[in-house]
């Protein structure tokens, strides 16, 4: 592993924004995790979904400073920015560009999150409509969506398109069935796959794995691949230039 650690730019650990962390006290705990299981870098991806996660950004953004002093307490090296898990609407551009919305750590990509049952058309369009907005979507979690579980091609033209993929730590140990694990084994040796986020929510049931998934990645695919993946692609949305309509 890179002395620098891996990313987790898939989370909900700001707390009282949405579904993952309650207090402050499960986000600590949450972060002690992350750090344990390697990881030096973290985008927080609080939901926004309409009648559902529509917690004002003002809010998220003062509940992560939160985040910023915990961080610095468990160790210097750890390091927290602050993203967004887009659930997607036709009202996603202009939401992004009146910054009602967060995008990944104040760069051009976008954390873009469907239904289970969203079609091809649907997710297409989606995409389409934020890489003509100067976007770089991020199709959270992809092993959940009937529309690209069953048909990797859609993948490929999703990526061929320019949108990245992205997978949770655990579908790739197992944690969700072993169907969902060869899924995302086949996706990544076809490089398909871009990132990998632990999703993690709480520190009891849906915990971060993303140390044990960098490992058996590095074990099967090998370092380079994995490397790839959990460092030097992550490493990419930070570099991206701040976003600036």
């Known amino acids: 592993m890179s002395e620098k650690g891996i990313f987790d730019i898939h989370c909900h650990i700001v707390p009282g924004v949405d579904d993952g962390a309650t207090d402050i006290e499960e986000t600590r705990k949450l972060l002690r995790m992350e750090y344990k299981q390697g990881v030096r870098n973290i985008i927080a991806t609080p939901h926004f979904r309409f009648r559902m996660f529509e917690t004002p950004v003002e809010k998220v953004k003062e509940q992560f400073k939160l985040v910023e002093k915990a961080a610095a307490e468990i160790s210097p090296d ?9 659930h997607s609407t036709m009202e996603m551009l202009p ?5 009602k919305v967060m995008t990944m750590a104040d760069s051009r990509y976008v954390l873009t ?13 989606r995409i389409s409509a934020l890489l003509s907005g100067g976007y770089k979507p991020i199709v959270a979690h992809i092993e959940r969506y009937e529309a690209t579980r069953i048909n990797l091609d859609f993948v ?3 990526v061929n398109m320019g949108a990245y993929m992205q997978i949770n730590a655990d579908s790739i140990i197992g944690k969700d069935g072993f169907f969902t694990r060869r899924y995302c084994n086949k996706a990544m040796k076809y490089g398909l796959i871009h990132f990998v986020g632990s999703d993690c929510h709480n520190s009891t049931q849906r915990i971060t794995r993303i140390g044990e998934a960098y490992k058996m990645t590095a ?5 380079d691949y994995a490397d790839e ?13 701040p976003h600036v309509d």
């Open 156 to 158: 490929e033209d999703l």
């Open 113 to 125: 999150e469907f239904s289970h049952n969203s079609e091809e058309n649907y997710i297409h369009e």
């Open 78 to 86: 750890l390091h927290v920015y602050l993203g967004c898990e887009f």
């Open 219 to 223: 074990k099967k695919l090998g370092q």
């Open 95 to 99: 939401m992004l560009r009146e910054k």
């Open 229 to 241: 993946l959990f460092i030097h692609n992550p490493e990419e949305i930070l570099k991206n230039k």
